[in-house]
């Protein structure tokens, strides 16, 4: 069974995100990406598994830092990326006011 280029994997992962991004409902959703630079010191992480090499990694940086449909996508759905320490301060506040309502 013949592989597939490195093209059509990017292709197929820009697919695959647009759908996902695509089906967000409104409020939190935790989505985990690994995106990073391609570097010999990633390759010699990584390897060359499927899914999670650095070719997968850095597709994602690329697709998620760079991309202008991904990012119109993200703005056209109204998603604004943030990292743990956002979600850690939305679950403290809303923690707080549900002790202040009891």
Same mark, same amino acid.
């Given at each position: 069974?013949?592989?597939?280029?490195?093209?059509?994997?990017?292709? !197929?992962?820009?697919?695959? *995100?647009?759908?996902?991004?695509?089906?967000?409902?409104?409020?939190?959703?935790?989505? !985990?990406?690994?995106?990073?630079?391609?570097?010999?010191?990633?390759?010699?992480?990584?390897?060359?598994?499927?899914?999670?090499? *650095?070719?997968? +990694?850095?597709?994602?940086?690329? !697709?998620?830092?760079?991309?202008?449909?991904?990012?119109?996508?993200?703005?056209?759905?109204?998603?604004? +990326?943030?990292?743990? +320490?956002?979600? +850690?301060?939305?679950?403290?506040?809303?923690?707080?006011?549900? !002790?202040?309502?009891?």
């Amino acid at each position: 069974m013949p592989g597939f280029s490195e093209v059509q994997c990017n292709s !197929l992962l820009k697919d695959s *995100w647009k759908q996902i991004i695509a089906s967000i409902q409104p409020g939190v959703t935790e989505i !985990l990406i690994h995106p990073a630079l391609a570097s010999q010191e990633m390759q010699a992480i990584t390897g060359d598994h499927d899914f999670t090499n *650095w070719r997968a +990694r850095a597709a994602e940086y690329e !697709l998620f830092t760079k991309d202008a449909e991904i990012r119109e996508l993200l703005k056209s759905q109204n998603i604004k +990326r943030i990292g743990y +320490r956002q979600i +850690r301060d939305l679950q403290r506040r809303e923690r707080s006011s549900k !002790l202040k309502s009891d």
